[in-house]
């Protein structure tokens, strides 16, 4: 029998879907949280974790060499890869918003300059509500850009809004709710129907027994 | 490397690769295998150019992106596109050279088809098609037919593991009819039933203004998958028009024509399959092979792509990707039998012609034959092993000295002894 192999990304994500696939009874006995090993594997059941970093999981799922994975909503929008997103597993709630400098007004006749990490869903964001804008793309500390001066507003995403509030930017515009997604090859989802199925629908049936509670 | 500009000289562009001659060895075969398969069937052989005036494709309803096309301008200004599809150009080709024509069409092709993939990690942006397409029966035996060709296809590739999945764009677009939604909410749902989304897929259903009966239908689409038969009846129970009921029923045919062709096992179901609805009028088809996370194949009915031509005349065919299923083979290491020479003839300037002559003899038996002036025997067996020969042949006044490569064993022989011997002897067969 071939491997399922699951693409995990380090930190939070990966914990809580070690704890849910340990429910489902799939354990990883070689796995604790301080451990600096990227691959686990159940050998009875023929499965196998690989720990890659966050952006990336999407990628090994629509290459197939991961069949399935665990990525945040926003990942997932920022990769745009050929998957099925098959399941919203309910942990890692947060949004992608808009914010500003508090008091931001938009002035007419000219572009916006939107800072951020995400510049596919910025894009498409703007582009659906038919602003032209231009994109400024950093890859952390993304609040100090309209500080500085950098630029107008920024994408990003928001938990609980400390860290917008401490340097003094507000929500202007919410653009969607994020949470950790359950993703699968479309072509693994077809030919390890059985074995995937299974996996699923014990994810299912545990999530919404949790949401139910 | 010091100021960090490349020379690209020695460098290859991304997406694009070199076919060294073992792979290209394997690669030729199986194109070859496809070639008389589609023959056999009375496709007949036909090429399109390299490039094409980009207006021909952009006109139209594709499936290729208009970003993914390689466009270049050409003397007076205007835009060519290097050929990013094979079908197109040969709809294009039947709309405006076969008007006259009283039967069908069988076309097949093999070809490079070029795509930038600007956002995509990892594809190539050339690389090699074959197909097939059927124009002028619009009935599922013409479905049953091409899908038929694809199973075929793959088993010529030594594949064993693999599944064609299949759907029916007329289902979902007679679902579609009932909904009038707007066209951006038609997006969203038609991309979360694509990507299986059910969480997503439910809340949006939940906020559309439409009725329990529609919201349930749209709801259980992306569950339509698997065994046939079963999701056949299941859908069945969901039908809300004419145009849903007609699609299920042409599914249902297209099947038991698989069902006679003997292929059910290589067959199962999708109504969740609606990319490129604009395009497909009927079945839908893609091609999976086991612990290949890439489609290989994909194909289905498009009767409306002549029409844009001008011409209206119904069509079904397939393309499958010859580099996807290259990697294929190499994963599951079929097809390995590697590239040689059968053998190296040495001669000195004395017996030079004859020589040429046993060359040219063995050749025409159907041998592969390199020739040489003899001289240092050991460097002639190095090179021998590095170019996987198998025998050595040294020819003198009183006859050839054969050497054997494996082994290094040695005999003498009279030419004629030699030629009359071939057919009993095992250690060189011509498999040319």
């Given at each position: 029998v071939d491997y399922i192999n699951i693409a995990l990304a380090k930190g939070r994500l990966a914990e809580k879907t070690f704890e849910l696939l340990e429910e489902i009874g799939?354990?990883?006995?070689?796995?604790?949280?301080?451990?600096?090993?990227?691959i686990f594997q159940n050998e009875d059941l023929k499965v196998r974790a690989v720990f890659v970093k966050a952006g990336d999981v999407p990628i090994y799922v629509e290459q197939g060499v991961a069949d399935f994975g665990v990525a945040g909503k926003d990942t997932i929008m920022e990769a745009e890869s050929e998957i099925y997103e098959i399941m919203d597993l309910g942990f890692g709630k947060c949004k992608f918003s808009v914010a500003a400098p508090c008091g931001y007004e938009t002035k007419a006749g000219r572009k916006i300059r939107v800072a951020t990490k995400y510049p596919k869903v910025a894009r498409g964001f703007y582009s659906k509500k038919g602003e032209s804008i231009e994109i400024i793309e950093l890859t952390g500390s993304v609040e100090l850009a309209p500080i500085m001066g950098l630029s107008d507003v920024i994408v990003d995403i928001v938990e609980s809004g400390k860290t917008l509030k401490e340097n003094n930017l507000e929500i202007i515009e919410d653009i969607c709710d994020i949470s950790a997604r359950l993703i699968v090859n479309k072509v693994s989802f077809k030919t390890k129907s059985q074995r995937i199925g299974e996996i699923v629908s014990g994810l299912r049936a545990l999530v919404d027994r949790r949401e139910g509670a | 490397v010091g100021d960090g500009v490349l020379d690209v000289r020695y460098f290859i562009p991304e997406g694009v690769d070199d076919i060294h001659y073992d792979e290209y060895e394997i690669k030729e075969n199986l194109i070859s295998k496809m070639k008389s398969l589609y023959k056999s069937y009375g496709y007949r052989q036909v090429l399109t150019p390299t490039f094409e005036y980009y207006d021909m494709f952009s006109s139209i309803e594709g499936t290729i992106s208009r970003d993914e096309m390689f466009k270049f301008i050409d003397g007076s200004g205007k835009i060519l596109v290097l050929?990013?599809?094979?079908?197109v150009p040969i709809a294009r080709m039947v709309a405006s050279n076969y008007r006259k024509n009283n039967g069908y069409l069988k076309f097949c092709y093999v070809t490079n088809v070029f795509r930038t993939c600007n956002s995509k990690n990892g594809y190539k942006k050339e690389f090699i098609q074959a197909g097939a397409e059927y124009f002028g029966n619009k009935t599922p035996e013409g479905d049953g037919e091409i899908i038929a060709l694809a199973v075929e296809s793959l088993k010529k590739f030594g594949i064993k593991d693999f599944k064609i999945d299949i759907g029916q764009a007329g289902f979902f677009k007679g679902i579609l009819r009932e909904l009038n939604l707007a066209e951006e909410f038609e997006n969203q749902v038609k991309k979360l039933i694509e990507n299986k989304n059910f969480a997503e897929l439910n809340n949006v259903i939940a906020d559309l203004n439409i009725t329990d009966e529609l919201k349930n239908t749209l709801f259980k689409i992306p569950y339509l998958y698997g065994e046939p038969e079963n999701v056949i009846e299941e859908a069945m129970e969901i039908v809300l028009n004419n145009e849903m009921e007609k699609a299920l029923n042409n599914l249902k045919k297209v099947y038991e024509i698989l069902k006679d062709y003997g292929f059910e096992k290589y067959v199962s179901v999708d109504l969740g399959l609606i990319n490129h609805l604009d395009y497909y009028t009927g079945i839908v088809f893609k091609g999976y092979v086991s612990n290949h996370g890439k489609e290989v194949l994909s194909g289905g009915r498009y009767d409306n792509l002549t029409k844009q031509y001008g011409y209206y005349m119904p069509a079904t065919g397939f393309g499958l990707n010859i580099d996807e299923l290259m990697e294929v083979v190499n994963m599951y290491e079929i097809n390995n039998n590697s590239v040689g020479t059968d053998f190296l003839i040495l001669y000195s300037e004395e017996n030079r012609q004859e020589a040429f002559s046993l060359a040219y003899e063995l050749r025409d038996k159907g041998y592969i034959v390199e020739c040489d002036t003899s001289g240092d025997i050991v460097r002639h067996i190095k090179n021998a092993e590095s170019r996987n020969v198998k025998e050595i042949l040294r020819v003198a006044d009183n006859g050839i000295s054969v050497i054997n490569v494996g082994d290094n064993g040695t005999f003498k022989m009279r030419t004629n002894q030699f030629l009359s011997s071939l057919n009993d002897r095992e250690v060189v067969v011509p498999i040319h």
């Open positions: 799939i354990r990883f006995e070689d796995y604790n949280q301080e451990s600096r090993k990227l | 050929r990013p599809d094979a079908t």
